[in-house]
Each structure stands twice: as structure tokens, then as C-alpha cells.
């Protein structure tokens, strides 16, 4: 008897992708089920597609709780967990030429948030969590609380380009605008970086030379819609592993990576 994963979803936009994996649940092209659609923005069009779905719904709005730290920070409370020396050190969003003061007001600020996305998502037993259009970048704070196995992370993330190339808000422009023959989309697992996750799986499409910007996100969310579910598959069918390997490099030195790997069917 197959087992059926439980997941959630993150979403701040209209959802299509949302839409594709509710979907494939729906048609058995996932062993899942939705368990609940989570969102910083209370107008975001994913809610409606969640609750047409009879799937529960929460929001947690990120810009009420950054105005409540501008507008009195030295009473604003984080979490009592949080620790921001400790966050700091992990997260690779930042570096030295950032406003350190600006730094310290996005972590604690994005902690005090995903707090209460955790005591949220705490009401649904869940396994796995997918950003579905999620536009904000998560913390250490909440990377911790969630993943204590590296080898089997938990929250998994589509991107509009082939990473590492263009990490960022504007995947599919940015390929657009570079002059790129060739376009496509990632899903990875998320870590302390922005779109620096170990890669599950990439779909690639041809750029010709009468693509527009949006014709070039039209053929990239057709892949998408494919991608997500298949990887989110895989994960359900504990087929995904993470390890750490050690790469050589020129000049005799290495470095570190950690890379997914796929087991394969048996007999396949």
C-alpha cells in the first residue's frame, strides 16, 4: 500500500504552481496530499485556489510585522529561540558591504515571522514543504527548526532558471536579458543561500530569436508544472538523498558540494 506524504505550501502570488501540484495529487501523480497553503500576503490569488480545494489556509503578513519593528524596534520582540549571532553566521544572503544594522533589522524581523509561519504549520502534520511563488527568503531560524536530517531536507523550491545561473526575483528575465539560447527551470532544496540549494531536477527550452519576455515565461511555466510534481514524486517515494561530495579544483585544491542523488527503480 503506498504511503501518501503530507504537504504544505507556501505561496505569495496567483499559484500556478500551487495549482499543478494540488492537481497531480488530485489525478494520483503524487503520493500527497495538501495539507494546508500558507502566505505573507493577504490578497494572494493561491488562497482561492486552496480553499476551492477545501484545503486549509492561514496568512502570516510579513509587512505588518516589519511596520511594527520601524515604527518602535526596541520593543519589538523575536522569538526567544532566536539566536542572531547565530543566524549571522549561517545565512549567505549577506556579506560585508551590507548595512550591518539593516542585516540584524531583516533577521530578526524574518524570524519574528516565520515564528508564527511555524505555530501555523504546527496545527497540520506535515512532511513536506513547498514554495509555490513564496517571495520571501527564508531564515536559519526557520531552516533549523525544520531540517535536523541533512541528508533528507524538507522544503523544496522551483526556480524560473537553470541555478546556479541567475538566483534572484527575475529568473526567466534576467536569462531573457543576457542573451541566453537556452532557458529553463529548477527545483532544489532550500538552504541558508538564495536559490543555492542542492538541485533536484532541471526542465531547459529553446530561446529563439522572436521570444519576448512573456513568451519565454510561457514556455518556462509549462515546464514547471511538469517539474515540481515529478521531483515532489520522487521525494514521496524516498528516491532523494543529499550528500556531501568533494570536488577537485585547479591549482590541486577542492571544494565541497552538496549534491542530490536519485535512486533508481529497482528493475528499471
Not at 526542465?203 to 521570444?211: K, L, P, S, V, Y
Amino acid at each position: 500500500m503506498k504511503k501518501n506524504i503530507k504537504i504544505g505550501a507556501l505561496v505569495s502570488g496567483g499559484g500556478s504552481n500551487l495549482q499543478a501540484i494540488i492537481d497531480a495529487c488530485e489525478s494520483d501523480k503524487i503520493d500527497g496530499e495538501m495539507v494546508f497553503v500558507g502566505t505573507d500576503n493577504p490578497i494572494a490569488g493561491g488562497l482561492k485556489r486552496a480553499r476551492q480545494h477545501n484545503i486549509p489556509t492561514f496568512v502570516v503578513d510579513y509587512n505588518e510585522i516589519i511596520n511594527e519593528f520601524k515604527n518602535n524596534p526596541r520593543e519589538f520582540k523575536a522569538p526567544d529561540d532566536f539566536d542572531p549571532a547565530e543566524a549571522l553566521s549561517r545565512q549567505t544572503f549577506f556579506h560585508g558591504r551590507h548595512d550591518q544594522q539593516k542585516i540584524n533589522a531583516f533577521l530578526i524581523t524574518r524570524a519574528a515571522a516565520e515564528f508564527r509561519l511555524l505555530r501555523q504549520m504546527a496545527a497540520f502534520p506535515w512532511d513536506l514543504l513547498v514554495l509555490a511563488g513564496f517571495m520571501r527568503k527564508l531564515s536559519p531560524y526557520i531552516l533549523d527548526c525544520i531540517d535536523k536530517n541533512p541528508a533528507r531536507p524538507r522544503i523544496m523550491n522551483i526556480h524560473p532558471a537553470l541555478l546556479p545561473a541567475f538566483p534572484g526575483t527575475d529568473g526567466y528575465g534576467d536569462t531573457l536579458r543576457y542573451g541566453c539560447k537556452v532557458g529553463g527551470c529548477t527545483v532544489h532544496f532550500v538552504d541558508y543561500g538564495e536559490d543555492s540549494g542542492p538541485i533536484i531536477g532541471q526542465r531547459a527550452f529553446a530561446i529563439e530569436a522572436h521570444d519576448t519576455l512573456e513568451s519565454v515565461k510561457a514556455k518556462g511555466l509549462q515546464f514547471e508544472w511538469e517539474l515540481y510534481p515529478a521531483c515532489i514524486q520522487l521525494y514521496a517515494e524516498d528516491r532523494l538523498k543529499v550528500k556531501e561530495e568533494t570536488c577537485p579544483a585547479s591549482g590541486g585544491k577542492s571544494f565541497k558540494r552538496r549534491v542530490v542523488k536519485i535512486k533508481r527503480v529497482q528493475g528499471a
